[in-house]
Structure formats: C-alpha cells, structure tokens
C-alpha cells in the first residue's frame, strides 16, 4: 500500500474557545455531514434493537423448548423455565451461529463494497449498505408477518404462530448481509469517504465528531427500544426499520469527490515514500525523531501488522459484549429492559469521551510528542481502560459494580478512532478506502473468530456462575495493549 511522507507531524490541535470550537465545523464539507448522519442512522437503529433482539431470541428459543416437551400450544413458559441451563446453553448456540453466519457473510462483502466505493461508486455502495441493513434487521418482522397471513389462512402448521417465532426465521437474516455487508461494511464506507472528503488535518477531529454523534444514537436508542418493548416486541423492530429506511435520503445525496480534487490539497511525487521516514529535512526539523535513524525504527511491515494484530484482538475482545445482557439478567434477575439500559451509560460515555476527554486529551499530549507517538499514546491508554474494565464486569458482585465496569471500558474504545487516525496519516487518500476496508474486514475476521469463543465461555461461565467471556475478553485487551506500548516505544 503506497505510503506518503508526512509535511506537518504536528497536526492542527482542536481550538479551545467554544465560539471557535463550532465554526470550526463550517470547514467539514457536506459529504462529511451525510456520512455522520448515515452512521447516526445506522448506529441508531441497531441501538433501539439491542435490547429487544436478544430477548426476541430468547423468547424464540424458549417457546421452542416449551413446545418441544408437550406444553400446550397455548400456555406461556414462566420466567424460571426461560432461565433454565437448558435454555439458555440452547439460547448462547444460536446467537453464536447466528453471529457466526452474519459476521462470515460481512467479511465476504467488505472487499467488493470497499472497492466499489474505491471506483467511484459511493453513493450505490451506500443505497446497497442501506438495502442490506433494512432486509437483514427486517427479517424477523417479515417472518412476523408470514405467520400473521399464515393464522388467517389456517397454515399455523407450516409456519408457525404469531406468538412463536419459528427459529429458521432467525437463520435466514445473515442471507440479507449478502446485498451490502449490512451494518458492518456501514462503518468502513462512511470512514473511507471521510477520509476521501476532508484534508489530512481535519481528519482525527472528523473522526472524533463522527464517534460523538453514534453516542447520542446510542443514548437514544435503547431508551427506544426498552420503553416500546416492554408494550410489544414488534415496536422496537417497526422503529428501527424505518430509522434504517432513512438512510436513502443521505445516501442519495451523496457526492463522488475526494479531498484529492481540492483546491491546494496534491499529491506530492514522495508521498511513496513512509511517513515515520527521518530522512527527508522537514521530517528533521519538526520531529522528535531526529536522532533516531531508520534503521532503529521497526520495518514498516512490521508497524502495519502490529496495528492489524490489534484491531483484531479487540475486536475478539468486544464480543463479550454480546453477552452482557443476558449474563447481567441471568446472575442479577434483572430483566432483558432493564439490563438494556446499560447500553445508555454506554451512550453517555461515549458522547463525554468524544465531545471532551479526547479532545482535551489529543490538545494536551500534542504539546509534548509528535503525532504518531500521541496518537499511539492514546491508543494504548483505550487498551488499558478497556482491560480494567472487563476485568471489573467479570468479578462485579452487583449491577452498580458492572455499570461502573462498563463504563470504564467505553472509555477505552477510543483505541479504533486513535489507531485508526495513525493509520491513515500513514498512506495517500487514494488508498484510503483500501484501508479502512482491510482494517474492517480485520476486525469483522475477529469477530467471526471471536464470537464462537465468547459463546463457549458463556455456556461454561454459566456452569460455575462466572463472567467468563470477560475474563476472555480481559486477556485480549491485555494483549492489545502490551503491543500498542511497545510500538509506541520504539517510534
């Protein structure tokens, strides 16, 4: 992947007045503002349905367990029955086949949408991501639907009923992700013509608004879904679907043009060359490298890995995620509402770290190192946050200790926006979206990857009444953060 020689490794720090601080965004062309609200929508939507999905599947698999040892058609398991080991091992395997399956079908789509996207073609790369989320999480609610026309038509038989979902309904939504990748290839299109649309400079600051903005999705969105499904588990899914439905109108209005055709941003004839190059004289004039030679540095390959090594680990470790509620419900008797709104402090987190530790943090730390190391800095202080607090899920004795936990944790998600930012400063906006196409598709094999191993230490955890998926996911994040600190070392 061609890279290019950094010309300023100090780049633009955020301006502190406020007044400053929101006409800066007047400098964010509108591809930047479509592709926010695109994430927003996306983030949204998957939001409102991460409390209510996972119960729908647990109901699911209950009723099929409750049939399947001669209830009558017309009873209602109890709670305790849901909570049995029986059920919920059952419950922990089809949400891994089924993450297992959607994460598969991703990978094999990230690299055509990613060089579709590369092609010129954005804009139907995001009205085919948009068609792939509405059908994907439309699944369920079409099978909803069958089975509604199917007890008008007495065919209860071949389908099912209104009040039991049939599980194949479930298997079928990975089939969907085929079309564009669905919420997973969202992120990779959206980084890469924000990457393509704003100057070198802007970059981290954009990347920052846009991680800002899915926060207050994800504050929005699962006091969406918990208020609405605790009336009806079809509303949350009516909601989201047409939160997803909204992304045409952004994508639509999509512009196939790169920050490469503006006026005064070039490519320069040595941007083949490395940007932790110390050879050239600017590189000696303005970095703290200057009395380390090349020959000190790691190989570039070897920087490039280490980051991808990352990124996969992470993601591994984010996994747990998944698990969250249904472990917080199962140890604590929370209900799936309840335990949902742990996804809310996720949100409040999130918007407090991108709208005002980040910033701070990033102003701060470039007065005293160059670019790379600050942005290697951060990244390691997000792995270390997100190992402390996976470790503090994994032995909390009450929801107040998992909360605090959890939050610790979102602080330490930072790591993809640094890591990322210190990627891209290191290849040509051409091959940006190559990047950030490999990077996600590093991530979605870690996921795939992942998912199968958080799904064998919940069904063990729950045995002897542990978080095991978050002690699993602590090593990772341990992992992660050994390598980040030793790279930033060494630049």
């Given at each position: 992947?061609?890279?290019?020689?950094?010309?300023?490794h100090?780049?633009?720090?955020?301006p502190i007045?406020?007044?400053?601080?929101?006409r800066g965004?007047?400098?964010?062309?509108?591809?930047f503002?479509?592709?926010?609200?695109?994430?927003?929508?996306?983030?949204?939507?998957?939001?409102i349905?991460?409390?209510?999905?996972?119960?729908?599947?647990?109901?699911?698999?209950?009723?099929?367990?409750?049939?399947?040892?001669?209830?009558?058609?017309?009873?209602?398991?109890?709670?305790?029955?849901?909570?049995?080991k029986?059920v919920?091992?059952h419950?922990?395997?089809?949400?891994?086949?089924?993450s297992?399956?959607?994460?598969?079908?991703?990978?094999?789509?990230?690299?055509?949408?990613g060089?579709?996207?590369?092609?010129?073609?954005?804009?139907?790369?995001?009205m085919?991501n948009?068609?792939?989320?509405?059908?994907?999480w439309g699944?369920?609610?079409?099978?909803?639907m069958?089975?509604?026309?199917?007890l008008?038509?007495?065919l209860?038989?071949v389908?099912?009923?209104?009040?039991?979902?049939?599980?194949?309904?479930?298997?079928?939504?990975?089939?969907?992700i085929?079309?564009?990748?669905g919420?997973?290839?969202?992120?990779?299109l959206?980084?890469?013509?924000v990457?393509?649309?704003?100057?070198?400079?802007?970059?981290?600051?954009a990347?920052?608004?846009?991680?800002?903005?899915?926060?207050?999705?994800d504050?929005?969105?699962?006091?969406?879904?918990?208020?609405?499904?605790t009336?009806?588990?079809g509303i949350?899914?009516?909601?989201?679907?047409?939160?997803?439905?909204?992304?045409?109108?952004?994508?639509?209005?999509?512009r196939?043009?790169?920050?490469?055709?503006?006026?005064?941003?070039?490519s320069?004839?040595?941007?083949?060359?490395?940007?932790?190059?110390?050879?050239?004289?600017?590189?000696?004039?303005?970095?703290d490298?200057?009395?380390?030679?090349?020959?000190?540095?790691?190989?570039?390959?070897v920087?490039?890995?280490?980051?991808f090594?990352?990124?996969?680990?992470?993601?591994?470790a984010?996994?747990?995620?998944?698990?969250l509620?249904?472990?917080?419900?199962?140890?604590f008797?929370?209900?799936?509402?309840?335990?949902?709104?742990l996804?809310?402090?996720?949100?409040?987190?999130?918007?407090?770290?991108?709208?005002?530790?980040?910033?701070?943090?990033t102003y701060?730390?470039?007065?005293h190192w160059?670019s790379?190391?600050?942005?290697?800095t951060l990244?390691?202080?997000?792995?270390?946050?997100?190992?402390?607090g996976?470790?503090?899920?994994?032995?909390?004795?009450?929801?107040?200790?998992?909360?605090?936990?959890?939050?610790?944790?979102?602080?330490?998600?930072?790591?993809?926006v640094?890591?990322?930012?210190?990627?891209?400063?290191?290849?040509?906006?051409?091959?940006?979206?190559?990047?950030?196409?490999?990077?996600?598709?590093?991530?979605?094999?870690g996921?795939?990857?992942?998912?199968?191993?958080?799904?064998?230490?919940y069904?063990?955890?729950?045995?002897?009444?542990?978080?095991?998926p978050?002690?699993?996911?602590?090593?990772?994040?341990?992992?992660?953060?050994?390598?980040l600190?030793?790279?930033?070392?060494?630049?």
């Open positions: 992947m061609p890279i290019k020689v950094r010309h300023e100090r780049k633009r720090t955020l007045s406020t007044i400053n601080y929101v965004f007047r400098q964010y062309p509108m591809n503002w479509l592709c926010t609200l695109l994430l927003f929508l996306v983030e949204l939507g998957c939001a349905l991460a409390a209510p999905s996972p119960m729908l599947l647990e109901t699911a698999v209950c009723r099929h367990h409750f049939e399947n040892e001669g209830q009558p058609l017309n009873g209602e398991p109890t709670d305790e029955f849901c909570r049995s029986e919920q091992v419950f922990a395997f089809v949400i891994t086949v089924l297992t399956l959607s994460t598969l079908a991703a990978t094999m789509m990230q690299v055509p949408m060089m579709l996207g590369d092609k010129g073609g954005i804009r139907l790369a995001f085919l948009a068609t792939s989320n509405v059908l994907y699944c369920v609610a079409i099978v909803g069958a089975s509604l026309i199917a008008e038509e007495g209860l038989i389908i099912g009923s209104q009040h039991n979902f049939p599980l194949w309904g479930f298997y079928l939504s990975p089939a969907f085929l079309l564009g990748g919420p997973w290839v969202t992120g990779t959206v980084f890469s013509a990457s393509d649309s704003v100057k070198p400079e802007q970059r981290t600051a990347f920052s608004i846009m991680e800002a903005t899915s926060g207050i999705a504050l929005l969105g699962p006091i969406i879904g918990t208020m609405t499904m009336i009806h588990l949350p899914f009516a909601v989201a679907l047409v939160v997803f439905s909204l992304m045409f109108l952004p994508a639509s209005h999509l196939e043009t790169t920050v490469s055709g503006m006026e005064g941003v070039g320069s004839p040595v941007e083949t060359e490395s940007l932790l190059s110390v050879d050239s004289a600017s590189d000696r004039e303005d970095t490298l200057e009395h380390t030679s090349r020959d000190q540095l790691p190989p570039r390959a920087i490039f890995s280490i980051c090594i990352c990124f996969f680990f992470f993601q591994v984010r996994d747990s995620t998944n698990y509620i249904p472990w917080v419900s199962l140890r008797g929370e209900t799936m509402a309840r335990a949902g709104l996804f809310s402090l996720r949100a409040i987190m999130s918007s407090l770290l991108y709208f005002v530790i980040l910033p701070l943090a701060w730390i470039d007065q160059p790379a190391n600050r942005d290697l990244s390691a202080s997000g792995a270390l946050c997100c190992t402390l996976t470790l503090v899920v994994a032995a909390a004795p009450n929801l107040a200790t998992v909360a605090f936990g959890f939050a610790l944790s979102v602080l330490g998600s930072s790591m993809t640094t890591l990322r930012s210190f990627l891209a400063s290191n290849v040509q906006n051409a091959f940006s979206g190559r990047l950030f196409a490999v990077v996600s598709m590093t991530g979605t094999i996921s795939l990857i992942g998912t199968p191993i958080m799904g064998v230490a069904s063990l955890g729950i045995n002897y009444d542990i978080g095991l978050f002690l699993v996911s602590a090593l990772s994040y341990l992992l992660v953060l050994g390598l600190v030793w790279l930033a070392s060494k630049i």
